[in-house]
């Protein structure tokens, strides 16, 4: 059976007929495009569009099938009816769809039609016409005739290919349904060897514990990174506190720790796109960016960091190396270098957490305070928590403390939402002072050499209603 009329406009641009499509030859062009899909959305979309030729279809849905539900992942063409856009986007479970349930338990194709041979209605409970809610379905679109094969993946099944035509364009046959195992089937193969292929790769290439990127990957883009010419940032980070966080809590605790580090390692290369997260090993991590400025690159970390800080009071300590600065390098060179910059911003911190003493003056340190967390709650970004959380992170600093806590009040109760610092392994003589504002906590870490009394918690009080307030 072959489209009426001219040939798609896919044959076309092939200078292939319709009907040479729709045999032999359509089938064996699908299993070569096929063969060359590397991901799952290459056979998705290699699937559909070679399923409109080979089935002379008006259009070919790509659907994935778990616990007894269906969805589309792809479909061609893509249809711009808000009707289609709705069903597109929807979800079908076998329990409504007496089909989709045979399909799925009996591995069974299936054809159903809302038209007769001639365009016309079929009539009511006519059984030949097939399932009623498939038929139903197909007269809310105004589509006379559908086909379902699976995807058969391991011996289950994984999928299915659906297909419509038009009112007017045929009815799907049985060489139709042939057509249409085989292409499942060769579907079915692609996404078996893409899925093997994608698990070697992450055994290869990624960390098991945080899924970041292992040092081999972070290597190989750094190398590609620096022969495009384009300019090349590493950024070497180390946890602060995790020994601290092990012997106290466990390695369980450790563990958790470590897989936070790289939950916000990767929200950094979100915001920086091209960017690759990778663990270094134990608590080493790495950035690896490309075409991004310096400037950018650090901004971006500062800002993150400071939205998304770490449980347990633990930090990261990190160093930043640009080929804008060092010129050409190789790659081992500029991890060494961001290695450096990072183990001198380590003990830069170390010293300011072991010397700080601040002022015995309260009219002084208030003063202090009010700048410092000013500018603290105006950097951070819209939202009660992350301008509370820059509130405690920068007060505490000034304060002389190591660590801090943003709570919320739930009844006679409170639940930590955020806690942050900068520790050290050295054990510090401090206080806490909490702040409250409706049902909001902070927990300020104050050494016991800095100046307390009615004006700094004053000066502390005003900037937590600033920061609640002015969040709303």
């Excluded at 809302?114 to 589509?143: C, F, R, Y």
């Excluded at 091209?274 to 080493?284: K, L, W, Y």
């Excluded at 909490?434 to 009080?461: F, R």
Aim: aromatic content about 2%; charged content about 25%.
């Amino acid at each position: 059976m072959t489209r009426r009329g001219a040939a798609s406009p896919g044959a076309r641009a092939g200078r292939r007929s319709a009907a040479a499509l729709v045999g032999v030859r359509g089938l064996a062009l699908a299993a070569h495009r096929l063969d060359r899909c590397r991901t799952l959305e290459d056979v998705q979309q290699a699937t559909t569009r070679m399923g409109v030729e080979v089935l002379a279809a008006r259009r070919v849905a790509f659907c994935r099938i778990e616990q007894d539900t269906s969805r589309i992942l792809d479909i061609t063409p893509q249809p711009t009816d808000p009707r289609l856009l709705w069903m597109v986007r929807s979800s079908y479970r076998a329990d409504d769809r007496p089909a989709l349930r045979a399909l799925i338990s009996e591995r069974a194709s299936w054809v159903a039609h809302a038209v007769d041979i001639e365009g016309q209605p079929v009539a009511e409970g006519d059984e030949e016409a097939g399932d009623a809610v498939e038929i139903a379905t197909l007269n809310e679109v105004d589509a006379g005739s559908a086909l379902a094969a699976p995807i058969i993946v391991n011996g289950a099944v994984w999928g299915q290919i659906y297909a419509v035509k038009a009112v007017g364009e045929g009815l799907f046959t049985v060489d139709d349904v042939a057509r249409a195992e085989v292409l499942a089937a060769l579907a079915a193969g692609a996404v078996a060897r893409v899925d093997l292929e994608d698990q070697v790769r992450h055994l290869v290439a990624d960390d098991p514990l945080t899924g970041l990127a292992n040092r081999r990957v972070a290597d190989s883009v750094a190398e590609s990174a620096l022969e495009s010419g384009d300019e090349t940032c590493i950024v070497m980070c180390d946890v602060d506190g995790l020994k601290r966080v092990n012997d106290q809590m466990g390695h369980d605790a450790g563990d958790d720790l470590l897989r936070t580090v790289g939950d916000v390692l990767r929200r950094v290369a979100d915001a920086l796109p091209g960017t690759t997260a990778a663990r270094i090993g134990g608590d080493e991590f790495a950035l690896v960016t490309v075409g991004r400025k310096r400037s950018e690159v650090a901004e971006t970390m500062a800002t993150t960091l400071a939205m998304y800080p770490l449980p347990h009071g633990a930090a990261i300590s990190y160093g930043l190396a640009s080929t804008a600065v060092s010129g050409p390098v190789s790659a081992r060179q500029l991890f060494r270098r961001a290695d450096v910059e990072q183990y001198r911003a380590k003990r830069a911190r170390a010293r300011r957490l072991k010397v700080a003493t601040p002022t015995a003056d309260p009219a002084v340190t208030a003063e202090r305070v009010v700048v410092v967390g000013s500018a603290a709650i105006a950097a951070a970004q819209s939202g009660v928590v992350p301008r509370l959380c820059a509130l405690a992170a920068a007060v505490t600093e000034t304060m002389g403390g190591s660590a801090w806590a943003v709570l919320m009040k739930r009844g006679e109760e409170s639940s930590a939402i955020a806690r942050g610092g900068s520790p050290s392994d050295l054990e510090r003589d401090q206080s806490t002072t909490t702040l409250e504002h409706g049902p909001w906590l902070v927990e300020i870490g104050v050494s016991s050499t800095a100046a307390e009394g009615g004006v700094v918690k004053s000066a502390l009080d005003a900037l937590t209603a600033v920061a609640v307030m002015g969040a709303s």
